[in-house]
């Protein structure tokens, strides 16, 4: 008899009429088209792998420029960039939706004030949806606002901080939300995150914009939008900085 197999990959999904047969035929499930592209992965886990987009190589911010228009200020030095407390946080030349973000960080090796007075910053996907920066080492502050919160929204599985001054990696997947011609919610943003290689968030859900005040909210936006790194008065570092729009 002719059986119909539905077979989804990470390419798509493919419908297949086959002749099932008494003894069974394992060449039935095999897919050989399409085939899935060549990627070289880096050498190590912060190395952008081919198909990336790299951000930031250490020597220029070319790929950035200043939240209020026009160049950055912020510095580089050491193969790192540092934020220039007061100058207004950055944002990326070009636009980007549902990706893959390696993003490493460090807090000031010297410790001042305590809770979010330290240490902070944050990595805004679409510009919209903030993964909070923030030395948590010894620090106390609220737990939906601590290293690896979806800020004010979700508290992270666990705190995996290293102590301030020791660069720390984020590992990103983020899928971007979808809307509606009317504005309403089609899909959610969603979120996963590695903190030094240490899972705490998973495909977490997205309220909606970040709030400092009030509730998360989503208004309808471009469905590619810069990511923004912010300015909050603190001598943050970021390096090794790479994408890949999925």
Not at 87 to 92: D, E, L, W
Not at 155 to 162: G, K
């Amino acid at each position: 008899m002719i059986q119909k197999v539905l077979f989804v990959t990470g390419l798509g999904i493919t419908l297949f009429s086959i002749q099932t047969r008494a003894q069974g035929d394992p060449k039935i499930t095999e897919i050989w088209k399409p085939e899935a592209p060549v990627v070289t992965p880096g050498k190590t886990a912060a190395d952008a792998p081919s198909d990336a987009i790299v951000l930031f190589d250490g020597k220029s911010l070319d790929s950035w420029e200043s939240e209020k228009g026009g160049a950055t200020a912020w510095t580089i030095a050491d193969n790192a960039m540092t934020v220039k407390p007061g100058s207004g946080g950055i944002k990326t030349k070009q636009a980007f939706g549902s990706c893959q973000l390696h993003i490493e960080w460090r807090a000031p090796e010297v410790v001042k004030g305590e809770g979010q007075g330290r240490g902070n910053s944050g990595i805004f996907l679409m510009g919209q949806y903030e993964l909070q920066v923030l030395d948590m080492y010894n620090n106390k502050t609220y737990s939906n606002g601590q290293a690896g919160s979806i800020y004010k929204q979700t508290i992270p599985m666990v705190n995996a901080s290293r102590k301030p001054g020791e660069w720390q990696t984020y590992d990103i997947l983020f899928t971007a939300p979808e809307f509606y011609e009317d504005g309403r919610v089609k899909s959610a943003a969603r979120i996963t995150v590695l903190h030094n290689g240490v899972l705490i968030q998973n495909n977490t859900t997205i309220w909606g914009g970040t709030q400092y005040i009030g509730i998360a909210k989503y208004e309808k936006h471009a469905p590619i939008l810069p990511i923004m790194l912010q300015d909050h008065g603190d001598l943050v570092g970021f390096r090794n900085i790479w994408i890949r729009p999925l």
